[in-house]
């Protein structure tokens, strides 16, 4: 598959604002996303990924045909949840539905499994959000659960579901 996962570099912020600047994209992520979302805005994501803590913040760029098609981080927990982190990702809408997400999902989780202590990655993808929740069974994880009217996004209260993938079981 012509798709890799990459650190950030501030050139990419052209095509990450471009990318986020789709409703559509934006629907099915949490707020606090500007929209529009201009290259400003992108490039200072991109600096608060390249500086972000390195023991805590694991942020790429997902590259396919050429172009920065999405992007994709965990997050660890902090406290007693050390251990545990979350993952997050989105592709933009002209690339849906090639496998560019499910690449970069078991790319990136194996790639913590492989260079860090955590234990534990889960994932909150909306109920409705099917294709996600797609992307995470193909990718081995497993579903705990319904989160019942767990989020409100644009103006709705939503259902999320919690999907989580455990050391030793993403071979």
Excluded at 39 to 68: P, Q
Excluded at 78 to 93: D, K, M, P
């Amino acid at each position: 598959m012509d798709c890799e996962i990459r650190e950030w570099r501030l050139e990419d912020s052209g095509s990450l604002a471009h990318q986020l600047n789709n409703p559509n994209v934006l629907n099915n992520l949490r707020d606090g996303i500007p929209y529009p979302y201009t290259e400003r805005d992108a490039e200072d994501f991109i600096r608060s990924m390249l500086s972000a803590d390195v023991d805590k913040v694991f942020a790429f760029a997902v590259v396919a045909e050429g172009e920065v098609v999405g992007s994709i981080s965990v997050s660890r927990c902090e406290n007693i949840h050390f251990r545990t982190a979350e993952l997050g990702y989105y592709i933009g809408e002209e690339y849906w539905g090639k496998g560019y997400a499910t690449y970069a999902v078991t790319k990136v989780c194996r790639y913590i499994f492989d260079n860090t202590d955590i234990l534990r990655i889960f994932a909150e993808p909306f109920a409705y959000n099917t294709a996600s929740c797609r992307v995470l069974e193909k990718s081995g994880f497993q579903l705990e659960g319904v989160l019942k009217s767990n989020a409100q996004k644009n103006g709705k209260v939503l259902d999320m579901k919690m999907y989580a993938l455990i050391r030793g079981e993403n071979k």
